[in-house]
């Protein structure tokens, strides 16, 4: 389905005026509102294909229906989310669970809907059906050298699939690792790992990049193999400057420092990209934003420091992607939530005066320095959002338009109750 354009400027014509007046009080009060708002309507965040059915946990999962059935529907559905924020113009795609049988097809869909192509994801941390050996022990640190060359192979298929949709990324996460002490050889499995790596960076065409995702635990419980930033920056540095590390929110240990680790990643040069979600104990993959917010402001308050130091471009020199699970929420619902809050939190990390902050560092000014983060992100900068939202021809307010529509249960008409998405 569709949100017609008329339906977004009739919500739009209904708020204005009480938005225009918000917008003229914080307009004055910033420096170069102007700039801002261009930065905020280039930003765009990747949804990812596995993150718009229901997820579930080992537990038990509760779909609350409508749910997109094909890669077809999938594209359609955030399509639906970037007609609404103007934030999600793009697409993050798993293989082998949305497998483009026709990439010309699925390019043109994807194109009509406005949307591009981010980075592929390989998947070698479960079985397939059609699948010769297993993962069980792991895939490119497996102690068998015909596991590990199915796992490359793998990957360089997944290469080919982004080269036909014009992706120009490979994410690999790896579940492996090992859950009883003993049972890896811990050099022997970096080694094989690096080794399969660097098969599947030889294969990477030319202005693609590699990410390599760590994760501290989780399927495996006692070691992974690339299990933190300081193991996937050897991998990273090992393979050449078209790998870099790519930073999950929610796969660190309690209480890191991440935004540190962002900082100094992207010193290196080995900073690629993002997953955002947020957590409460480990890897929950909740809403962006609805834990931890002064977090995420700290952690793009190092990445605009960061990028701008190197004269990068915020919105196209580093992968954004949302990796999170809704259990309890309609999926789109939430993506709507989270790509606010990433808008939100970047916002207020452009608002922070830059060089004042330096000034006072250097003078070991500590108090202004925390007075100056402080004021920056207790500001509520949701006009500034909405109004670069209103420039590039979304919605004042998405969330109201989505359900004013009725969009899910136009979805369950279309879809049915039961559809059931490929993915978490
Ligand atoms: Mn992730």
């Known amino acids: 389905m569709r949100i017609e354009k008329h339906k977004i400027e009739a919500q739009n014509n209904s708020l204005i005026k009480e938005h225009k007046r918000k917008f003229d009080f914080i307009a004055a009060e910033i420096n170069d509102v102007e700039s801002v708002l261009q930065k905020l309507i280039a930003f765009q965040i990747a949804i990812p294909s596995w993150a718009l059915g229901t997820g579930g946990t080992r537990f038990g999962r509760f779909p609350g229906g409508g749910e997109p059935r094909s890669l077809e529907e999938k594209i359609s559905d955030i399509g639906l989310l970037h007609a609404l924020n103007k ?27 406005g949307l591009k192509f981010d980075a592929m994801n390989s998947n070698t941390f479960q079985d397939q059906a059609n699948q010769k050996l297993s993962y069980k022990f792991g895939s490119m640190q497996h102690t068998d050298k015909s596991v590990r060359k199915q796992a490359i192979e793998h990957n360089i298929e997944v290469i080919k699939h982004g080269v036909e949709l014009g992706s120009q990324s490979l ?63 050897l991998y990273t540095s090992k393979l050449g400057n078209k790998a870099y590390t790519l930073v999950d929110l929610g796969h660190h240990l309690p209480n890191v420092n991440i935004e540190q680790i962002v900082s100094l990643l992207l010193m290196e040069h080995k900073l690629g990209g993002f997953h955002f979600n947020d957590s409460k104990y480990g890897d929950d993959d909740l809403t962006v934003g609805s834990m931890k917010p002064y977090q995420l402001f700290l952690i793009f308050n190092e990445l605009i420091d960061g990028m701008d130091e190197r004269g990068m471009n915020h919105a196209s020199d580093l992968a954004w992607m949302i990796d999170a699970s809704h259990n309890v929420k309609d999926p789109l619902e939430d993506l709507l939530q989270s790509v606010e809050a990433i808008m939100l939190s970047y916002a207020q990390a452009l608002l922070v005066d830059r060089k004042k902050l330096s000034d006072t560092q250097n003078n070991n000014d500590v108090v202004t320095a925390q007075e100056l983060l402080q004021n920056a992100f207790r500001t509520d900068v949701r006009v500034l959002v909405a109004e670069a939202r209103l420039r590039a021809g979304g919605a004042l307010n998405p969330l109201e338009v989505y359900r004013n529509e009725k969009v899910r249960e136009q979805l369950k008409k279309e879809r049915g109750s039961k559809s059931v998405a490929t993915g978490l």
Do not use: C
């Open 171 to 233: 994410t690999v996460w790896l579940s492996d690792g090992s859950s009883y002490p003993g049972q890896l050889n811990f050099r022997k499995a970096f080694q094989n790992t690096l080794e399969s790596l660097q098969e599947v960076y030889a294969a990477l065409p030319d202005k693609w990049k590699m990410f390599i995702e760590y994760k501290a635990y989780e399927p495996n419980f006692y070691s992974m193999s690339v299990g933190d930033w300081g193991q996937s920056l």
């Open 87 to 113: 934030s999600s113009g793009a697409i993050s795609l798993h293989i082998p669970w949305d497998l483009p049988e026709n990439a010309a097809n699925i390019k043109a869909l994807a194109a009509q809907n």
